[in-house]
């Protein structure tokens, strides 16, 4: 970090972060991240789902449409089909130096169907062999015999602020890492174990008494903290420890949404870091 | 129709009706099919269960 040069991090939040993948597939991402505080993993999650771009189509031509559906809902549908997308090939329209389209910020996919069939999201001919959807088995309408369907929709670059549809992510949250006690009044009546709807609690035979099974899945409801007589057992939370997880729609990979967010939080800092300077030579 | 997406969480779960409705009407048990297709969270679950194809 550019911004860090030559400055010393003081106080104890932030220097030593740590992140643990705990699980990873190709659309979701869970991990574990170590001393940071609320606010800087907030940011990251709240610029992941607003601020990191996606494709997703934006305006739509329709020459022909038979289907019973109307051409709103229609364009609405095909809206929320999201697009693979290559945030390197295509810029933000709001940055690009055409006046209305061109190839560097927009792609045209073209539908043109006849009835009778289901038309999928994979009838969408691309014009960018990069921005296909995602899935090609979404229905976006049904046909009956002699009915057409003809029309033009041109995707483009756009941000979560101005509309869901331009999400890379659907869930994107941490949550605290659990801390669960259990101190020596405890009588082993089994009701926490019995009561705990994640089954986070078990019951050692051997050693007679209740054991911490799966403490990542911890929702933190209280449910066996209210159930114990002997207020034996206790639920609280580890301090600057989270549980973050990201599930994209499959637009971009959890990777790219989580280092397009921290370059954007980095772009930020730097005009601060920037404007200060400016302001101390004035 | 069903919805393209989740209505609570936006996961695209219209990708995944066809097969569940195939493999429910085939016999099998709906809780198994979802899990199998990787619905997990309650609120994509419930799309796709509570799904009346009208026309």
Same mark, same amino acid.
């Given at each position: ?184 009044? &405890?009588?082993? /009546?089994?009701? *926490?174990? @019995?009561? $705990? ?6 019951? +050692?035979?051997? %050693? #007679? =008494? ?7 899945? &911890?929702?933190? /409801?209280?449910? *066996?903290? @209210?159930? $114990? ?6 639920? +609280?939370?580890? %301090? #600057? =420890? ?41 | ?55």
């Amino acid at each position: 970090m550019m911004v860090l040069e030559g400055l010393e991090v003081k106080g104890e939040e932030g220097s030593n972060m740590e992140i643990d993948i705990k699980e990873k597939n190709d659309n979701e991402l869970t991990c574990i991240v170590e001393d940071v505080d609320v606010s800087f993993i907030n940011a990251i999650r709240r610029i992941c789902t607003v601020e990191v771009s996606t494709m997703a189509i934006d305006t739509v031509s329709i020459f022909k449409n038979d289907s019973t559906l109307f051409d709103e809902v229609l364009a609405h549908r095909l809206g929320l089909v999201p697009l693979k997308t290559d945030l390197e090939a295509f810029v933000l329209p709001s940055e690009c130096d055409c006046e209305d389209e061109c190839p560097s910020c927009s792609v045209s996919l073209v539908l043109k169907e006849k009835g009778p069939r289901v038309v999928y999201s994979g009838d969408l001919v691309s014009a960018h062999e990069a921005v296909t959807p995602v899935y090609d088995s979404i229905p976006l309408l049904k046909l009956k015999e002699g009915e057409e369907v003809e029309l033009e929709a041109i995707a483009k670059l756009g941000t979560g602020l101005e509309h869901a549809k331009w999400q890379p992510t659907t869930a994107c949250a941490y949550k605290y890492y659990p801390l669960i006690t259990i101190d020596d009044s &405890c009588e082993e /009546c089994m009701k *926490c174990v @019995n009561e $705990c709807p994640r089954n986070v609690l078990e019951y +050692d035979e051997s %050693e #007679n =008494k209740i054991i911490i099974a799966d403490i990542e899945n &911890c929702s933190a /409801c209280k449910t *066996c903290m @209210n159930n $114990c007589e002997q207020s034996a057992i206790n639920v +609280d939370a580890v %301090e #600057n =420890k989270f549980i973050f997880k990201i599930e994209t729609d499959g637009s971009l990979s959890p990777e790219e949404v989580l280092k397009n967010a921290c370059d954007i939080l980095n772009n930020k800092s730097e005009k601060i870091v920037a404007f200060c300077k400016e302001g101390a030579k004035k | 129709m069903i919805p393209v997406r989740c209505i609570s969480c936006g996961k695209v779960i219209s990708a995944f009706f066809d097969e569940y409705k195939k493999r429910v009407e085939d016999g099998e048990n709906p809780k198994e099919v979802l899990d199998d297709l990787g619905i997990n969270k309650y609120c994509c679950r419930r799309m796709l269960i509570t799904h009346v194809e009208a026309w």
